[in-house]
């Protein structure tokens, strides 16, 4: 693996933001993560949402390890043992699931690769981190709130929490998710809209990139 597991959550912690994005086009998502590289990001999460999503990962991972040699490139919508397998062959530094999936963590644990599962209870939390997940995924994010993060940690302050769904690339969405104790979030279409990637403005998205970090290094 081109990181290790502790440089992964350092670079999810320090920057606070990792943009969540799926497209077909391979052009399409390798514009997109070097956007995302030209406004600091370092973790980027490419989602399993189509068929064949492995085989664009599989070329966006190379040309990161060739073009933008810092970016931590993960998979996400990981929900089974054999997918989690499949990208970790193909470079995935880390997984994400909208779910937690005792097997996965298995897979992920064996290869000291961080796994981050959905987790909407404080039930599923525990034993994720039962199962040694050092990161989980508050989802949907925009359903339980900053409450539900507040709620966690009180009894939980050991905690590390992702926020997914419903994250907004504004000061006052990512203050009160960090001001509730969120370690990170994850963004995706709020940081993507659908016109600006169809009219191939990059530029754009590297802007809006900036100043979602700006405001997470406020934390």
């Known amino acids: 693996m081109r990181f290790s597991k502790i440089q992964v959550l350092q670079a999810m912690r320090s920057t606070g933001v990792v943009p969540v994005f799926y497209n077909a086009d391979p052009e399409t998502a390798w514009q997109v993560v070097k956007a995302c590289y030209e406004g600091?990001?370092?973790a980027f999460e490419f989602t399993n949402r189509g068929e064949f999503a492995h085989e664009v990962f599989a070329i966006i991972s190379k040309r990161c390890a060739a073009e933008c040699p810092d970016m931590i490139l993960g998979a996400g919508s990981?929900?089974?043992?054999?997918?989690?397998?499949?990208?970790?062959?193909?470079?995935?530094?880390f997984i994400v699931g909208p779910l937690f999936n005792p097997d996965v963590a298995r897979v992920c644990n064996?290869?000291?690769?961080?796994?981050?599962?959905?987790?909407?209870?404080?039930?599923?939390?525990?034993?994720?981190?039962?199962?040694?997940?050092?990161?989980c995924k508050v989802f949907p994010g925009e359903v339980l709130g900053p409450k539900f993060v507040k709620a966690i940690l009180a009894p939980m302050p050991w905690s590390q929490l992702m926020i997914t769904g419903g994250v907004e690339p504004t000061e006052d969405s990512l203050t009160a998710w960090f001001s509730a104790g969120a370690m990170c979030v994850g963004?995706?279409?709020?940081l993507f809209p659908r016109d600006v990637v169809a009219a191939h403005d990059w530029t754009k998205i590297t802007q809006r990139c900036r100043l979602a970090l700006a405001c997470a290094t406020k934390r």
């Open 187 to 190: 963004m995706g279409s709020k």
């Open 40 to 42: 600091g990001v370092r």
């Open 110 to 135: 064996r290869r000291l690769i961080p796994y981050i599962p959905g987790c909407g209870t404080v039930t599923e939390v525990g034993a994720a981190q039962e199962a040694g997940c050092d990161v």
């Open 78 to 93: 990981v929900v089974d043992a054999p997918t989690a397998s499949l990208y970790i062959q193909l470079g995935a530094n």
